[in-house]
């Protein structure tokens, strides 16, 4: 492969790279949105996001050009998040949201449900009680 089509290559990886990043940036976005977290969270959230950026960029870099660090490789990684954030960002995020959101109603309801069968064991419970305390009272 000629040089030129090597760099074409990386760079088309970097911007892959780049795609990825912004996504996973949504991801969070979206657990912050969904589900709220303490400030000690939050630092840690962003500890394993930006643990998670700097892995994807050194496997970038060091599968894809031997570990030869290069500026297109980085201008191509921010060309994807800029083109990932003008073009895919609000859909996919709207779409996550969406399927955030149907799991938790899926959940909210099986705890309710569970919560109600609660009530009546708890209910039931209190009524044997209650009419073996009165067979021992006759």
């Known amino acids: 492969m000629?040089?030129?089509?090597r760099q074409a290559y990386i760079f088309f990886c970097s911007c892959v790279c780049g795609i990825i990043i912004a996504f996973i940036y949504d991801l969070f976005r979206i657990i912050r949105k969904t589900f709220k977290t303490r400030a000690l969270m939050v630092y840690f959230e962003d500890l394993l996001y930006w643990v998670v950026v700097a892995i994807a960029t050194?496997?970038?870099?060091?599968?894809?050009?031997?570990?030869?660090?290069?500026?297109?490789?980085?201008?191509?990684?921010?060309?994807?998040i800029f083109v990932y954030s003008v073009s895919l960002s609000?859909?996919?995020r709207?779409?996550?949201?969406?399927?955030?959101?149907a799991?938790?109603?899926?959940?909210?309801?099986?705890?309710?449900?569970?919560?109600?069968?609660?009530?009546?064991i708890c209910a039931e419970r209190a009524r044997v009680c209650k009419r073996k305390a009165?067979?021992?009272k006759d």
């Open 134 to 136: 009165q067979k021992r």
């Open 90 to 92: 609000s859909p996919v």
């Open 94 to 101: 709207r779409t996550l949201l969406w399927v955030v959101n």
């Open 2 to 5: 000629s040089e030129v089509l």
């Open 58 to 80: 050194f496997l970038v870099i060091y599968y894809n050009n031997d570990g030869e660090i290069r500026a297109y490789v980085f201008l191509g990684m921010i060309i994807g």
């Open 103 to 120: 799991i938790k109603k899926v959940f909210y309801k099986g705890d309710a449900i569970l919560n109600g069968l609660q009530g009546k």
